[in-house]
């Protein structure tokens, strides 16, 4: 997917009426059908539940179950109608996207690798998670209220890395804390290296599912330091690898790695502004 692409929005609905006006039926893109064979390794854990909001504003397990059935499901009515549902009740954007939407696309992989699910429903159930985030997106600023910095952010996979739903979602948390992203979701059409010595960045951002990838990420940040037009270019990292050992970030080269999407620009933005203050 091209930036363009990725930095596409559509208009944010709060009933179920303006939701169906706004989310019509599209190809799902081809790319997604690769998504379910590695989506178990989603880079983007569950929000931390240090967020104050109602009772009625939460997200409980029957409600995933309930929204894993819908996506599924024929047609597109039950999800239409429990995504404006949710809005409705006051649900934030941001549990939609990390309590519902993340956790979707992990069971909906499992779902496939256990035979329980075919191919092409997954593939279509996916497609659905990438029109309801581009649906929400506009309301995630709104939600947030956090102001425009103006910074600029690559984000990637690791070759031969497929975990492009979370790093959508990593974009989308970038774009409303007032970044520039260009987001690549296909590692085969990207040349990270070349990618930072022709156009400045203030940060890169490489998500890793499995320690497989490492051998190539430490050698990737020393290329990409090197060839960088910004010699203060700061680096994070993001995927399961880090998850359980965040240490690891700093083997590899990286300047720090974030727990989940949220975190994941506030940290991009006190590396560029520690960096900032040593010149």
Known sequence: MSPAACAARVDCPATVEDVQAVVTEARVPQHLAR???????????????AVRVDPAATLSPDDLARFIEFTLAPGDAGWLEMVGALRERGVPVELIYLDLLAPA??????????????????????GRLHRIMRGLSPSLGHDLHVPVEGRRALLLPAPGEQHTFGLSMVAEFFRHAGWEVVC???????????????????????????????????????????ASRNRGM?????????????????EAGADGTARDAREAPVLASRLVAAKAGKR
């Open 234 to 250: 700061s680096v994070i990292v993001g995927g399961p690898v880090f998850a359980l050992h965040p240490e690891r970030a700093a």
């Open 184 to 226: 690549e979701l296909d590692s085969r059409s990207i040349d990270p290296v070349r990618r930072v010595r022709r156009e400045w960045f203030d940060v890169v951002g490489v998500s890793v599912g499995v320690d497989a990838r490492l051998d190539w990420l430490r050698d990737g940040i020393t290329m990409m330091r090197r």
């Open 35 to 49: 998504l379910a064979r590695s989506i178990e390794g989603e880079v983007v854990p569950l929000l931390s539940r």
């Open 105 to 126: 696309a992990r069971r909906l992989g499992e779902m496939w690798e256990q035979d329980l699910v075919m191919f092409s429903d997954v593939t279509v159930a996916l």
